[in-house]
């Protein structure tokens, strides 16, 4: 198949750590990306990784590959009520395209 | 720097109307993407061109879409005659080539009555 998939819903008090987890199918993938959307506006680009990477960390997001399993996760440190957003996991297979999964709708308690 | 613009930000018309929607894409970007996002199907690619040629318009539903793309700079999608289904947002997004990230406006919300 040629899906990205991801769990729809996260809820996460405000302070602890998000972890939104994506897997994908194409072993050929040689970019991974996250990117947010907040409502009323558009997809806003987080963060990607190399496919030859492992990790990458930026501030409060920490980003995980996984080739052998071809899973990817996003790491939220210290979750804040402005991270809550949709959040979409991509790829991109050496084209112009990209695959989105359909996004994991992250919900902040308080 | 001016990102994707779009335009309108919000359409709304009666059924059997035409609808054009509008983009203007990051200067220097080669790539440019149309978009609908909806609940129940998440987001699709409906076409997308490079250097101004359309490249895969396999996304675009039926014969009532079409896009154009005259050049570097603007690009269009226009729904005629338009469909309560038709009711979704609409982005478009730019990048520079392959791999590259691709940058999203803010896109438009249609609604079909």
């Known amino acids: 198949g040629e899906d990205v998939e991801q769990s729809l819903f996260l809820s996460v008090r405000e302070g602890d750590s998000s972890v939104i987890n994506c897997t994908y199918t194409?072993?050929?993938?040689?970019?991974l990306y996250w990117y947010k959307q907040e409502p009323g506006a558009g997809l806003q680009l987080l963060t990607y990784i190399f496919s030859n990477m492992d990790m990458k960390q930026d501030q409060r997001l920490t980003v995980l590959l996984n080739k052998k399993d071809k899973h990817l996760s996003l790491r939220i440190a210290d979750t804040q009520t402005g991270d809550s957003a949709i959040y979409f996991c991509?790829?991109?297979?050496?084209?112009?395209?990209?695959?989105f999964g359909k996004g994991t709708r992250l919900h902040i308690l308080p | 720097d001016a990102g994707v613009i779009q335009s309108p930000r919000h359409e709304v018309t009666e059924m059997g109307q035409e609808v054009t929607l509008r983009c203007k894409p990051i200067?220097?970007?080669?790539?440019l993407f149309w978009y609908r996002q909806t609940m129940m199907r998440g987001l699709e690619l409906l076409i997308y061109?490079?250097?101004?040629?359309?490249?895969?318009d396999s996304g675009m539903p039926e014969d009532r879409f079409s896009a154009k793309m005259p050049n570097a700079s603007f690009s269009t999608l226009k729904i005629q005659p338009s469909e309560p289904r038709d009711s979704a947002v609409y982005f478009c997004a730019s990048n520079q080539g392959p791999n590259q990230p691709q940058h999203f406006g803010d896109g438009t919300r249609l609604s079909i009555l």
């Open positions: 194409d072993s050929s993938s040689t970019y």
């Open positions: 200067s220097g970007h080669n790539s």
């Open positions: 991509a790829e991109s297979r050496g084209d112009d395209k990209i695959i």
């Open positions: 061109f490079n250097n101004n040629v359309p490249i895969d």
